[in-house]
């Protein structure tokens, strides 16, 4: 029987006539052989300890089932050092945390132009360009693709300003975007800075470079010229698209955004890290968290000591 139901059986007896002495009463007496019946304050205090218990299993249920849902934002890793050159030519930046639940999480890497002056303010004009249009432009609105398309733009745009009509084409940089968002990741890119993904032990580029070879390697297979000649020509590793050259002749956009997975590790680096580390020595990096994995690269790096090493920068995402 409930509570409440004894406390209305209590509650009705006081209302009965009085009963002959010919029937047995079984009801508990209290001092002076009266019936005991329950203080009028212990249903209410009884209804509403049962509500404030229901409210605290509620809360700790829906919030125990929000963090299990959730997310942990995703970890960044960092490398940028000069290398043998006299100069650093590279820049890179990532986007501000608290702009990661709006904008997404927005990573740049340019790489100025090996042996042409003002590489380093080409690559710094670049990605500041890119940094503030994302900060203050509408990012949060606009569909990811448009977004990355609308940043090359500004950065474009504004290293051709910077070098004038005169210079146009005699100083570069390259460009490689990644924008994480809503469980995605999006990508751009312009030049022979590469980004990859480390998923499952496999390390895949996701961009494709612009870069003389490959034109010379279609003139091979068309016919023109030795597929071996397109390989080890002089100017193979040139650059066919890059900021600064004036209107861009490629560019390169995934056709679809890579949808991640946990634990996935994205790199955006520059040539001077891919140059210098085997894919092998690469993917034994990526295994650690992203701090470990740019920091376990610059080691690899700097024990190899190659002559001439050039700037290298990476910037690395796990998911």
């Keep these: 029987m409930t509570a409440e139901n004894i406390y209305l059986s209590a509650a009705g007896a006081a209302a009965e006539p009085e009963v002959t002495e010919s029937v047995e009463s079984h009801a508990p007496t209290g001092e002076g052989g ?18 404030v218990a229901a409210a605290a299993a509620a809360w700790l249920f829906f919030r125990k089932r929000r963090r299990a849902g959730a997310k942990p ?35 740049a890497v340019a ?20 940094m503030d249009s994302f900060i203050c432009g509408g ?15 500004c950065a474009n745009s504004a290293v051709n ?50 870069i003389y070879r490959r034109e010379l390697e279609l003139l091979a297979v068309n016919g023109e010229g030795s597929i071996a000649e397109a ?15 004036g ?32 894919a092998s020595e690469l993917g034994s990096a990526l295994e650690l968290s992203a701090p470990e994995a740019a920091a376990a690269m610059d080691a690899a790096i700097k024990a190899h000591d190659w002559p001439g090493q050039d700037n290298y920068t990476a910037v690395v995402i796990q998911c």
């Design 34 to 51: 009266a019936a005991a019946a329950l203080p009028v304050w212990f249903l209410p205090a009884v209804l509403v300890l049962a509500a």
């Design 73 to 107: 934002a995703p970890l960044v890793g960092k490398l940028h050092e000069q290398g043998a050159r006299d100069s650093q030519q590279d820049s890179f930046s990532v986007s501000p945390a608290e702009l990661e639940a709006t904008h997404g999480l927005l990573v």
């Design 111 to 130: 790489d100025g132009m090996g042996g042409l002056s003002d590489g380093d303010r080409v690559s710094q004009t670049a990605v500041s360009a890119v």
């Design 139 to 153: 990012a949060a609105d606009t569909l990811p693709e448009q977004t990355l398309l609308e940043l090359l733009r």
């Design 161 to 210: 300003r910077l070098l004038g009509y005169r210079r146009i084409g005699q100083c570069g940089s390259t460009m490689v975007l990644g924008l994480l968002k809503d469980g995605c990741f999006y990508f751009l890119s312009v030049g022979d800075s590469r980004i990859c993904l480390y998923r499952d032990g496999a390390l895949t580029q996701l961009n494709r470079e612009h």
């Design 231 to 245: 390989a080890s020509h002089p100017r193979a590793a040139g650059l066919t698209s890059y900021l600064g050259m």
């Design 247 to 278: 209107q861009l002749k490629y560019i390169d956009q995934g056709d679809a955004p890579v949808r991640v997975l946990e634990g996935d590790r994205f790199v955006l680096m520059s040539d001077g890290v891919y140059n210098a580390l085997s």
